[in-house]
């Protein structure tokens, strides 16, 4: 088997030895493939393909398939693919990532180049993976590409076992916060949005789902059932929203003595799930508080989507 034999396994890599070597233009060289400045200036921070462009033919492309570029596990893969097949050597050649990670390079494909870090990455970084080469037929500009990741950061660190709750409804960039925090952290959550939340924003169930969180029931309007006749309290459940969830939390935990909020949830298969832990999040209760009450305790967590201070919670942790 030669040197560059059509499947490399396990070329090992230290990866700033290899930085940039015979793509990157060093200061003072103008090479004649150079990205223009100011295209290669916007594409840097984007993660997008810097690649030349000219009389000679376009370059290849390069895209990170793998991780995506927020939430990387730490246990990530490196995959990168190229829209042409590349000369081998080249694209090796060009690898780097930075911080530096030990690990070894796979070519499973001439399209596609792998790198398998030897340890895990770290927590809450932001990676920066360099990659290029020339295509494997001859006399075609070379692809250059700075793509970028950031890792999840590090677990939540508690002396009790734990659910986070998310009530009633919130708007678009708190709940895109919340969902960013809990994806930092790799937890999984319980919604329960109001039936008029999910009519004002039709992306959100789908969104939550997506994400591996659950959607329950919490009414349709958010009244306090307590002192609706049972017609309306039926009503009012049946209209919420619940996708494979049997869980059923009633607006401001509120239950008539007589129990009828409770059969009436019972007889549309619903239970009652209510708290261990309030944080009135809504009242704007600092993040370090609601961590320690959280800590303190653990079980389920009630918090909202439309808390002051939960998306720092929801990080503090
Ligand atoms: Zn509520």
């Given at each position: 088997m030669g040197a560059w034999g059509v499947r490399l396994a396990a070329v090992r890599?230290?990866?700033?030895?290899?930085?940039?070597?015979?793509?990157?233009?060093?200061?003072?060289?103008?090479?004649s493939w150079a990205a223009a400045p100011g295209r290669?200036?916007?594409s840097r921070d984007d993660g997008l393909v810097l690649a030349a462009s000219g009389a000679h033919g376009a370059a290849p492309q390069v895209r990170l398939v793998e991780p995506g570029p927020q939430h990387a596990p730490i246990g990530s893969t490196i995959r990168l693919a190229f829209s042409r097949r590349m000369a081998m050597g080249s694209v090796l050649r060009s690898f780097s990532i930075e911080p530096p990670v030990e690990g070894t390079l796979e070519w499973p494909d001439d399209r596609t180049?792998?790198?398998?870090?030897?340890?895990?990455?770290?927590y809450r970084s932001t990676y920066r993976v360099t990659a290029g080469g020339f295509a494997a037929v001859?006399?075609?500009?070379?692809?250059?590409a700075t793509l970028t990741f950031a890792t999840v950061w590090p677990p939540p660190v508690l002396a009790f076992p734990f659910t986070l709750t998310f009530d009633d409804c919130g708007t678009p960039e708190q709940i895109q916060a919340i969902l960013s925090a809990?994806?930092?952290?790799?937890?999984?959550?319980i919604f329960f949005p109001t039936g008029l939340c999910r009519d004002q924003l039709p992306w959100l169930v789908p969104t939550l789902l997506a994400a591996g969180h659950r959607v329950c029931n919490h009414t349709y309007s958010h009244p306090d059932l307590s002192k609706l006749s049972s017609a309306a309290i039926r009503s009012e459940i049946e209209r919420g929203v619940s996708v494979d969830c049997d869980l059923f939390r009633p607006p401001y935990g509120a239950?008539?003595?007589?129990?009828?909020?409770?059969?009436?949830?019972?007889?549309?298969?619903y239970r009652i799930q209510l708290w261990d832990v309030d944080t009135r999040d809504w009242a704007g209760t600092p993040a370090d508080v609601m961590v320690a009450m959280i800590r303190a305790r653990g079980g389920v967590v009630l918090m909202h989507m439309h808390g002051a201070h939960t998306v720092e919670a929801i990080r503090t942790l």
């Amino acid at each position: 088997m030669g040197a560059w034999g059509v499947r490399l396994a396990a070329v090992r890599v230290a990866a700033l030895a290899v930085l940039c070597l015979g793509l990157a233009p060093s200061p003072g060289t103008a090479p004649s493939w150079a990205a223009a400045p100011g295209r290669q200036a916007a594409s840097r921070d984007d993660g997008l393909v810097l690649a030349a462009s000219g009389a000679h033919g376009a370059a290849p492309q390069v895209r990170l398939v793998e991780p995506g570029p927020q939430h990387a596990p730490i246990g990530s893969t490196i995959r990168l693919a190229f829209s042409r097949r590349m000369a081998m050597g080249s694209v090796l050649r060009s690898f780097s990532i930075e911080p530096p990670v030990e690990g070894t390079l796979e070519w499973p494909d001439d399209r596609t180049l792998v790198f398998h870090p030897a340890a895990p990455l770290a927590y809450r970084s932001t990676y920066r993976v360099t990659a290029g080469g020339f295509a494997a037929v001859a006399g075609g500009l070379p692809a250059l590409a700075t793509l970028t990741f950031a890792t999840v950061w590090p677990p939540p660190v508690l002396a009790f076992p734990f659910t986070l709750t998310f009530d009633d409804c919130g708007t678009p960039e708190q709940i895109q916060a919340i969902l960013s925090a809990l994806a930092d952290r790799s937890l999984h959550a319980i919604f329960f949005p109001t039936g008029l939340c999910r009519d004002q924003l039709p992306w959100l169930v789908p969104t939550l789902l997506a994400a591996g969180h659950r959607v329950c029931n919490h009414t349709y309007s958010h009244p306090d059932l307590s002192k609706l006749s049972s017609a309306a309290i039926r009503s009012e459940i049946e209209r919420g929203v619940s996708v494979d969830c049997d869980l059923f939390r009633p607006p401001y935990g509120a239950m008539d003595r007589g129990g009828r909020v409770a059969a009436v949830a019972a007889s549309l298969g619903y239970r009652i799930q209510l708290w261990d832990v309030d944080t009135r999040d809504w009242a704007g209760t600092p993040a370090d508080v609601m961590v320690a009450m959280i800590r303190a305790r653990g079980g389920v967590v009630l918090m909202h989507m439309h808390g002051a201070h939960t998306v720092e919670a929801i990080r503090t942790l």
